[in-house]
């Protein structure tokens, strides 16, 4: 089931949103050589307390997975998504992989970037660069009317155009006051297909692109999710809403991705 958003929802999606955004903004700038991923979600964890919010992600257990343990992913080179801040040290020349929601008045707000440490190499900037567009190439298609293959064909386009694999093993999502509400937003398809765009839907838009292969492997601990060929990957995410002026970006702050 779809769940359209009233006005008053969309109001508290769009705080949600906000405070992703602004929180993100503050993060990325603490990610340097010799910080550690476990020291930015003590940071993430300090604003959520500061702005009386609740995290998305701290005991979230979906399909039996092990509940999370932190309040934000932080998925370095290989890493796709989900990996668990730990005592791992950034290094120049690594990307670091943000992915951070919160929870305002019951609603969620859900977003993620790709940040370069340091100075990185022009493989890692173009991969960073190609992932950040595809995503935007979808975003202009969520409007009214359109349907979430042609959001999907847009994103793998782009990439797939410059060279780069999309991840196919995990999707986009519905978001509101469940994390994952349907409908899924694959970022691949065929124009024309899936289901329609109406005014109040919300979906996380959220490609994943690498410039190896494809394939993922999951680790050990039940979340962090990688390369199957050691390749790097890039991930970006908006939480967008559909409305009759087309799409809100309802994560997106000034200054930020």
């Known amino acids: 089931m779809i769940y359209l958003?009233?006005?008053?929802?969309?109001?508290?999606?769009?705080e949600a949103g906000r405070h992703v955004?602004?929180?993100?903004?503050?993060?990325?700038?603490?990610?340097?050589?010799?910080?550690?991923?476990?020291?930015?979600?003590?940071?993430?964890?300090?604003?959520?307390?500061?702005?009386?919010?609740?995290?998305?992600?701290?005991?979230?257990?979906?399909g039996g997975a092990p509940p999370y343990p932190a309040v934000i992913c932080t998925s370095v080179n290989a890493e796709i998504v989900h990996a668990i801040p730990g005592k791992r040290e950034l290094v120049?020349?690594?990307?670091?992989?943000?992915?951070f929601g919160v929870v305002f008045r019951g609603f969620h707000g859900d977003s993620a970037v790709t940040i370069a440490v340091g100075e990185v190499s022009e493989e890692s900037r173009g991969l960073i660069e190609a992932t950040r567009r595809s995503m935007y190439a979808g975003i202009d298609r969520m409007c009214p009317g359109n349907r979430?293959?042609?959001?999907?064909?847009?994103?793998?386009?782009?990439?797939?155009?410059?060279?780069?694999?999309?991840?196919?093993?995990?999707?986009?999502?519905?978001?509101?006051?469940?994390?994952?509400e349907p409908p899924q937003l694959p970022n691949f398809g065929r124009p024309g297909r899936g289901q329609r765009l109406r005014v109040g839907m919300v979906l996380a838009i959220e490609p994943m692109v690498n410039v190896g292969s494809p394939e993922v492997k999951i680790r050990g601990d039940g979340w962090t999710a990688q390369t199957a060929d050691g390749k790097r990957s890039s991930h970006f995410e908006h939480t967008v809403a559909i409305t009759d002026d087309g799409p809100e970006i309802l994560t997106q702050v000034p200054g930020s991705h």
């Open 148 to 180: 979430l293959g042609d959001v999907g064909h847009a994103v793998q386009t782009l990439a797939e155009g410059e060279g780069y694999s999309v991840v196919r093993d995990f999707v986009g999502h519905g978001v509101g006051r469940e994390l994952h």
């Open 92 to 99: 120049d020349g690594d990307i670091l992989k943000l992915d």
């Open 5 to 14: 958003k009233s006005g008053r929802e969309l109001d508290s999606m769009r």
């Open 21 to 62: 955004g602004e929180i993100l903004l503050a993060l990325r700038e603490l990610a340097k050589p010799g910080v550690t991923t476990s020291e930015i979600d003590r940071h993430a964890r300090l604003e959520i307390r500061k702005r009386k919010l609740e995290s998305s992600f701290l005991g979230y257990s979906p």
